[in-house]
């Protein structure tokens, strides 16, 4: 088994489970992103809920403006560990949630007029300390999984052209457009084309203009110059500020899962138990649903053993995919599991008590490895009573 990955890391030496994350990946990344910012004069953010993981913000922070957040503990988060701007949005907030939210950020975004009106008094206590914007849905889809397309038809997520009364925009600092899911910059421009035929002379005015996440943009094949000229031309046709506020791409690629094999066995097809599970630490290889590439695997019969790889939980579901090996499996071989820093750390669960993942950082530049977080009994006990 291929067991030296990423370079210089011996993943053999690693606990099992646990998340491996290379800064320099992350840098790679970071460095892009920066690009962007630089060249395009977009304020470039960290979306949290795709990648959180605090002890590495200090790679980050030299090369993003702040983060976007989506409850006052996201808030607060990235206030504290990350220290630089904070803009929050939720489908709706609770009056509670809503003045922690005001306290900890710069930008706060509503989904809906009535959850505007609702919370006049509130944006005014905090006037001239939090700008206040509008999240507009531009009923453009862009995205085929309906589940990740805010502009799926009866989608909640933010105020459609027809709801918006006249002049409502003039109340509002900016506009927030999320539409996307690792798209390339085509689908924005189409999106942001869909936003001006909707708005039109509306957008004249705004302070700033945040168009979300969902951009790919340190995939390979990502044209980096083609969302550089879109940002250039919205910040000189409408004198608006413009704000990027991707999750994935901040770390795509940049994290690896290691896991061992606890058991094999057959049903028909040959069958192997490991000790991580797809319900609980990768919760998105059921949900969205996709296969994660396991380095050095195969598809199903591409190589000479063929194995349905599941988690040690109860659920029937619990299945990863079906990958295949050059050589047969055994108990106690560590198998690494690519691009899992994003959308995994934040989605774990203890769901049968399983234990959480432990966390390294490393860096392949220097080989340094940290052990960051290891979770026990405490962490599963402390979510139920
Ligand atoms: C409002 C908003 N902003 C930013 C993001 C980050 O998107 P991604 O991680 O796909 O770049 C999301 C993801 O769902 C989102 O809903």
Known sequence: MESRYPRGLDVGSLESPAFAVDRALLEKNAR??????????????????????????????????????????????????????????????????????????????????????RFSALREEFAGRVSCGLRFNPSHSETETAIYDPSAP??????????????????????????????????LVRTWRAVEKA???????????NLGGG???????????????LVREIRGKYGARVYLEPGEAWALNAGFLVATVLDLHRNRGDLAILDTSASCHM????????????????EAGEKAHTYRLGGATCLAGDVIGDYSF??????GDRLVFADMAIYSMVKTT?????????QYLYDSRTEKLELVRRFGYEDFRGRLS
């Open 32 to 117: 892009i992103m920066k690009r962007v910012a630089d060249e395009s004069g977009a304020a470039v953010l960290l979306a949290l809920k795709g990648y959180s993981q605090f002890a590495a913000f200090d790679t980050l922070k030299p090369y993003l403006s702040g983060v976007c957040a989506s409850s006052p503990h996201e808030a607060r988060l990235g206030r504290e560990e990350m220290g630089l701007e904070v803009h929050s949005y939720s489908p709706a907030y609770s009056e509670k949630a809503l003045r922690e939210i005001m306290g900890l950020s710069d930008h706060v975004i509503f989904n809906s007029p009535s959850q505007w009106e």
């Open 154 to 187: 009866l989608s909640r997520l933010g105020t459609v052209r027809e709801e918006l009364s006249p002049g409502f925009l003039r109340r509002v600092e900016g506009i927030h457009v999320h539409n996307l899911c690792e798209k390339d910059a085509g689908a």
């Open 199 to 209: 708005l039109g002379e509306e957008l004249c005015g705004l302070r700033w203009i």
């Open 350 to 358: 203890t769901f049968n008590g399983v234990g959480l993942p432990s």
């Open 215 to 229: 951009h790919h943009v340190t995939r390979e094949d990502y044209r980096v110059e083609d969302l550089i000229a």
């Open 283 to 298: 919760p998105d290889v059921l949900e969205m649903p996709y296969r994660p590439h396991i380095l050095g695997s195969g």
């Open 326 to 331: 050059d050589e047969p499996l055994k108990p």
